[in-house]
């Protein structure tokens, strides 16, 4: 079988660049994963915080 330099050119950076989206899409679900755990500690946290805050001024 005989493959000309530019198809086999072409293949490769087709392989190349399907790895570099999916890394992207792996890269794009772990920020996401780690921003949801950052906002959700922060909304857990903030109102305890608030909350203790108040009851120190009520006393």
């Known amino acids: 079988m005989v493959t000309l330099k530019g198809q086999s050119e072409r293949e490769h950076n087709t392989d190349y660049f399907l790895l570099q989206k999916k890394n992207f899409n792996i890269m794009n679900t772990i920020v996401l994963v ?13 109102p305890l915080c608030g909350a203790a805050l108040g009851r120190r001024k009520a006393n």
């Open 34 to 46: 780690i921003s949801l755990i950052i906002v959700s500690v922060v909304v857990i946290i903030n």
